[in-house]
Every structure is written in C-alpha cells, then in structure tokens.
C-alpha cells in the first residue's frame, strides 16, 4: 500500500526566514506529486506539480519554489516567508499516465509565520 | 483553466435528513469529478468520485450526479448523522496528458443538527 508523509506536522516562523517542507512517498513508483495550499477556512489551491524527478511546474506564483530530488521526495521551499504564507500545505501524489485520476494527501503541515 | 462553482457555502440540516451540495464547472473537457470531505485539522480525504462515462454513482448513503450538458454535479448524503459533519470539497479534472490539473471548488460546511 502506498503511505505519503509529510514533515513538519507545524511550524511557526518569523517574517524572513528561510521555509523547507517535505513530502516522501513510499510503495509507488514515478507518481504525479503535487503540492497545495489551503488557507484557513478556504480552499484547496494548486501550488506545484511534479511528473517526473527533477522536474516542476509552477501553478501559482506565491514566492515560494519546489524541488524534486527523488522519484518518492518532494521538497517546498522559501528563502523568505511572508505573513501571506500561513496556511496548510498539503502534499499530494495521484498515479501517473495522463488520465485524470484521484489525488491522494499527506496529512499536511500547519505553518504559522508571525 | 478550470473554474468550479460549489454552493451552498454553509450548509444546516437536521440528524436522519438529507444534504445536498451543488457544483459547477466551466472546461466541458472535464471529466473527473471527485468529492472530498474534510475534517478540522485533517486532510481532505475522497470519498466519491464519478467520472464523464456516468450520470449518477452511489457508495452506501453518498449519491452523486452528473449533468455534463448543463456542466453540473452534485453530492447527496441521505440519512445525515453527526459525524458527517465537516467541509465538502468538489473538484473538476481534465485529461492532460500529464499531471492533473484539479481544480476545487470553495467548499461547503456541513453541519448536522440533533
């Protein structure tokens, strides 16, 4: 069966500061990887997606940046965090092979920036 | 892109009684239509999800439509109980050839009242 994990679970970060999130993967090989934002109370917005190691389409324009250095990892990062960047963000990952297909989430990270 | 509707935004039904929850779209090349139900503090899981080849689909008390002419879809949860209580997402996806491009709706709070 596949499991999706993700760390940290939260983080609380000061305007500035660098961001590294994290998503690995297990029990599939070559998934589409996804990630997501959902600000509290709202909905679920694409931020990255990944088919293929290496490789990663931007969505959304949010200064925020993703990396793919594994098949199964899948990084979320930032160099600045601004106050906007509070949410959850969710990492995903649904089957490849271009049909549209179920996403799967991770349980996701709570981030807090003061 | 993809634009998805979902209405109501708050949703109040009494415990046994049924809920309804509509969505719209705007690609007429969707066809993935997925349901997701969200807890506080959790992610969003599936919980149905119909594709363009059918008009209706039901798991147990979970009943969706699909109405591509009028590019409608909707959930039905008959018999309510309080642990369906929680936000409902609808979602919209096209075949890309690629990653999918799931677009979801803003969500509907269920609230089932005793």
């Known amino acids: 069966a596949q499991t999706i994990h993700q760390w940290p679970v939260a983080e609380i970060k000061a305007v500035g500061s660098p961001l590294s999130l994290g998503c690995t993967i297990k029990?599939?090989?070559?998934?589409?990887l996804y990630w997501y934002w959902q600000a509290t109370g709202g909905t679920l917005q694409q931020l990255f997606y990944?088919?293929?190691?290496?490789?990663v389409e931007s969505v959304v324009q949010l200064n925020l940046s993703a990396s793919r250095p594994k098949d199964d990892q899948f990084i979320l990062s930032t160099e600045k965090l601004l106050l906007s960047h509070s949410g959850f963000y969710l990492c995903?990952?649904?089957?490849?092979?271009?049909?549209?297909?179920?996403?799967?989430f991770g349980s996701g990270t709570r981030l807090t920036v003061l | 892109g993809e634009q998805v509707e979902q209405l109501p935004s708050i949703l109040r039904v009494q415990e046994r009684s049924s809920a309804s929850i509509n969505c719209t779209y705007e690609?007429?090349?969707?066809?993935?239509f997925p349901w997701y139900k969200q807890e506080p503090g959790e992610n969003p899981k599936l919980i149905i999800d119909?594709?363009?080849?059918?008009e209706r689909k039901q798991i147990q008390g979970l009943i969706v439509l699909l109405d591509k002419k009028a590019k409608r879809f909707s959930l039905h949860i008959t018999d309510t109980q309080p642990a369906d209580s929680a936000m409902y997402f609808c979602?919209?996806?096209?075949?890309?050839?690629?990653?999918?491009?799931?677009?979801f709706g803003k969500g509907t709070q269920l609230i089932i009242q005793p």
């Open positions: 995903a990952w649904s089957l490849g092979g271009g049909g549209a297909e179920t996403l799967y």
């Open positions: 029990g599939k090989s070559s998934p589409n």
């Open positions: 990944s088919i293929t190691v290496g490789q």
């Open positions: 690609n007429s090349a969707s066809n993935y």
């Open positions: 119909i594709r363009s080849n059918m």
């Open positions: 979602a919209a996806s096209a075949d890309t050839g690629g990653a999918d491009r799931l677009t």
